[in-house]
């Protein structure tokens, strides 16, 4: 029973995480019908902005972990807004239906080369800033971390939720995913809010790597498994669901560490990937999800 609830709490743990960067994806989409595929690789370079920062690396530390987090949430900002004015707006302008996922892609491409080149091709160890020695929850151990990670990921998803409820900026990005047309002829810039919902994803993907890294190691190829795995949340939940994507990613991530335990850690992929396949077959719109119906 210990053991259960033990990889019960560590894969809602790593679910989180699968949730704020399909998150991202959610954001971009909605206000664009666009998709970042390079979504893994700014949670890549996040995590290693982060451990330049605060880790034994170029002379570092020169942040502790707490104070490394603010310019690493502006980097991730900067990249999206690169990655959308290089590859995606170029699309957008015009109309290319596939312009932006190539653009994309090889825009996370050059983005992993540059990785390698700077930080290198070795995997890389993370300074925790909390305890190492784990904690013991009804007879379950789990990593201060853990739990960090957890609770990171769900105070950032509520401050933009609150952030697109309460402020005007926000409003205008509901509005622009609510029909990008109108909120055009209603004075609202929607490139602008494009180029705002790019920042924001680069910016949750930069977070969940400084989230995740602690408990994994950071290097030039940690993102593209992460960013797969959560574009398959995205699906799941469904692309225009918030609360879809967080029961998509706890299912996820869960199913992950039972498999990986009870039948081989080789299998463990197999579950979510099987999942994926029968939700396209069964409600393609994902699990929360609505099928949006265009007037022609």
Do not use: C
Not at 82 to 91: D, M, S, T, W
Not at 183 to 210: E, K, W
Not at 236 to 249: C, K
């Amino acid at each position: 029973m210990a053991i259960l609830l033990q990889l019960l709490l560590s894969g809602a743990a790593l679910g989180m995480i699968y949730a704020v960067i399909a998150f991202g994806y959610q954001s971009t989409f909605a206000t664009s019908g666009t998709l970042n595929f390079g979504q893994g690789e700014a949670l890549m370079l996040g995590a290693l902005v982060g451990l330049t920062l605060a880790g034994n690396v170029a002379g570092g530390p020169y942040l502790n972990y707490w104070l490394m987090l603010p310019p690493v949430l502006l980097f991730g900002a900067l990249q999206g807004v690169v990655v959308e004015r290089i590859g995606v707006r170029p699309a957008i302008q015009s109309k290319s239906e596939f312009g932006w996922i190539m653009s994309t892609i090889a825009l996370g491409i050059i983005f992993r080369n540059v990785a390698e080149n700077v930080w290198g091709h070795d995997d890389l160890p993370f300074p925790s800033p909390l305890p190492t020695e784990p904690l013991h929850l009804f007879g379950a151990s789990v990593l201060p971390m853990e739990l960090l990670v957890a609770a990171g990921a769900v105070v950032m998803m509520v401050a933009v939720e609150l952030f697109n409820r309460r402020s005007i900026y926000g409003k205008a990005v509901v509005a622009t995913s609510t029909d990008r047309d109108a909120a055009g002829l209603m004075g609202i810039n929607t490139s602008l809010v494009i180029t705002f919902s790019y920042a924001l994803s680069s910016m949750t993907a930069a977070f969940a790597g400084v989230l995740i890294a602690p408990v994994t190691l950071t290097g030039a190829s940690m993102g593209t498994a992460l960013g797969l795995k959560a574009f398959a949340v995205a699906i799941i939940g469904g692309l225009n669901s918030g609360l879809g994507v967080v029961v998509g990613g706890v299912l996820l991530g869960v199913t992950e560490k039972l498999t990986g335990y009870y039948v081989s850690t080789g299998y463990q992929d197999v579950p979510g990937l099987i999942l994926l396949l029968l939700v396209l077959s069964v409600k393609p719109s994902g699990l929360f999800g609505k099928t949006i119906i265009k007037k022609v």
